[in-house]
């Protein structure tokens, strides 16, 4: 039986971890950044020491293709290298190096499969500069055109498209291309559930739909000491308001339904001038589509009621909206084998982040294997799994993907 | 009888409020910027075309005295130059050009008072740039101590001290002096009560207490898809629902009590990552110290019950404390004269704005002079008062200074 080398796939992560380094631990390697083209090369680089065959396409998603003994659609391992401005090791970059661990392991022994295997990252998965998230997968299965999403503008000002030729990843492949057989995501749990139950192998069998808005109020700026409360026009009241519906709701819903006001900006943000404008941004996530689609809407019901309340107008914007995705039924299935053959304790479980598995599933059958994050620690830079669960995790993604690469 | 021109007060109010104008309109003159050096220099080349002895002090305030027959303390107007950083021509402006205004009229007129007059810009009033707000005017009453006003660190950085250095206007002179007879300022009223009765001048009785606070919430930032809502530390949350609990408080306490959170902050401020950290201020203000005393103990007491209840952590400082000031009944009576007797309709009423008067008045007589600003607008680019309200404010006030520095 082979077996990966642990060590060599940690020091893989430390390595591509030192890409974006922040002073005090932790990464921060936002998409198509200087930092995130250094860890581009790097990781090619890598895949050529392996003999693969690397392509980058028009969105800047890069595929190493390791040749099979029949010229067949490869079995695709991947997830992305960009992090969000205070991420961790893991988060994405575990699924890319442990792929590429996969193929070291079985060219040290000589082995090839019948399908090919491909090793794939995907442009901007976090979506902390240019939104959605998940954007390079999503053009890849056509669920974007190529030409929408070259024209989407970062956080900090530039084009995407503008991003890719700077760093030089637009690359001469057709998106989309090659066609796969099937994906295989490992990644980290970044939530508690796995760590809190003493549980080695998460055996993901989907993920939550995800919804995110921006909700931008305007109202008019004043003098706070001399503008009576009932002649306001308060913005940033308004949006603050709606946060807190937002939360509240979610509680009395119960059943997993989320709620997260993460971002919320004030214009002018000064102590003694009422707020003319406020810009937040709402990320609703649940399992169950019907019960997602009723949180968004009283939402929406209560921001623009609070809005005509307070007197300011509201502009809506959608940022992301992917439904709940199913994961394939016979891969979930020997993940789950591989595992307990290993003598690992597994549970299945959703997603509760977003993730390119989700979208390779429009095309292929895909599937995800979890590994715990210590306290449900993510998007921090005390993100951490210790090496034997990053080990165990790539274990049973080279015994699935050697038995799906072989059939 | 003498009579201010009014052309020419409208004419060195729009030349000074090209001193940091903003493209579309407006004015952007944080203190001890470069904009306010070179409004300074341009006041101060005023002053010295009057004749008025120019004294800049150790905490950058400027006074400028026309002698008068006698050596006595001067009467004294004034107000400040610096403006928010989305600011108008009126707010501080119209006091120190007012002031100057009837100087030149008695200079033209041959005319000297048995007092001297002086007329007086005072450091930083507005708190943009450096808190509190009102400080240099705080300094020159003894209300806080000169060497902690220069150690006060800018929102951009550096400190007090060190800008008065860089643009020159670390006065020579010793702060709280000359000491003044009485102190008169004319500003706009900054809020809607005389525009909406159409009354002409407003008789200021006295200012209402300031309290700020900046609360800071600490908690933990997490993955928004993958955090059960009962296990996060959302400090974003916690600061949210402070700030809509101390706008339904005020509503409910009514009777004039202020409350207005304008500035808010996350960190790391991302659509799909839980805030760490969450800094926002709140500015309450109230005619009534006892009920702005009971708003300030029930917004402390929630934010810390709010804090303990998302499991972060909350530190809070005072930016401001000021108690409600009454203004000279002698000065009130005489301003409320003059203007009847120049046919003004007057209306008594409260600022609802922090004034330099209000320090002035620990120290000396004080009061103030409104004039109506349209639709109650201020610190805001769209600030106004039209040419006939200013010349009638500037006139009140030259009747009201003459008949004081002639007792």
């Avoid at 003319?276 to 929406?300: F, G, I, K, P, Y």
């Amino acid at each position: 039986m082979l077996h990966i080398d642990t060590q060599r796939l940690l020091d893989s992560l430390q390595t591509l971890g030192q890409f974006g380094a922040l002073p005090g631990g932790g990464v921060n390697r936002l998409a198509l950044t200087d930092a995130d083209q250094a860890a581009r090369d790097w990781t090619v680089a890598q895949m050529r020491a392996l003999d693969m065959q690397v392509q980058v396409d028009a969105i800047g998603n890069v595929i190493a293709t390791y040749a099979g003994s029949e010229d067949l659609p490869p079995v695709m391992m991947g997830s992305h290298i960009d992090t969000v401005r205070t991420g961790g090791l893991y988060d994405g970059n575990l699924g890319v190096m442990a792929g590429l661990e996969v193929v070291r392991t079985l060219r040290q022994a000589g082995v090839r499969t019948r399908r090919p295997l491909a090793v794939a990252f995907f442009t901007n998965e976090e979506g902390a500069r240019f939104q959605p998230d998940m954007l390079g997968s999503l053009v890849y299965v056509g669920g974007l055109p190529l030409e929408q999403a070259l024209q989407t503008r970062a956080v900090d000002g530039p084009l995407l498209g503008e991003e890719l030729i700077r760093i030089g990843y637009d690359g001469a492949a057709q998106v989309g291309q090659p066609a796969v057989d099937s994906y295989f995501e490992l990644h980290i749990e970044q939530g508690p559930v796995l760590d809190q139950a003493g549980i080695q192998i998460g055996v993901v069998e989907g993920v939550q739909g995800i919804y995110w808005t921006r909700l931008t109020f305007s109202g008019k700026s004043n003098h706070a000491g001399t503008t009576p409360m009932h002649l306001r026009r308060d913005a940033g009241m308004a949006a603050m308001r709606t946060a807190a519906f937002v939360h509240d709701l979610v509680q009395r819903m119960g059943g997993g339904q989320l709620a997260t006001v993460g971002s919320l900006e004030l214009e002018p943000n000064l102590v003694n001038v009422i707020a003319a404008e406020a810009s937040m941004t709402v990320d609703l996530r649940n399992t169950d589509a019907q019960v997602l689609a009723a949180a968004r809407a009283q939402l929406h019901a209560y921001a623009m009621q609070c809005a005509t309340a307070h007197g300011v107008q509201l502009q809506t914007q959608v940022l992301a909206d992917f439904a709940p995705v199913a994961f394939d039924a016979e891969m979930i299935a020997s993940i789950e084998r591989h595992a307990k053959q290993a003598g690992l304790s597994t549970l299945r479980l959703p997603s509760g982040a977003g993730h390119d598995a989700q979208m390779l599933a429009r095309i292929c059958p895909a599937a995800m294997i979890f590994v715990p994050s210590v306290d449900g620690v993510s998007h921090n830079v005390h993100e951490y799994t210790p090496p034997a669960d990053l080990g165990r995790g790539a274990q049973v993604l080279l015994q699935a993907v050697l038995e799906r690469a072989n059939r």
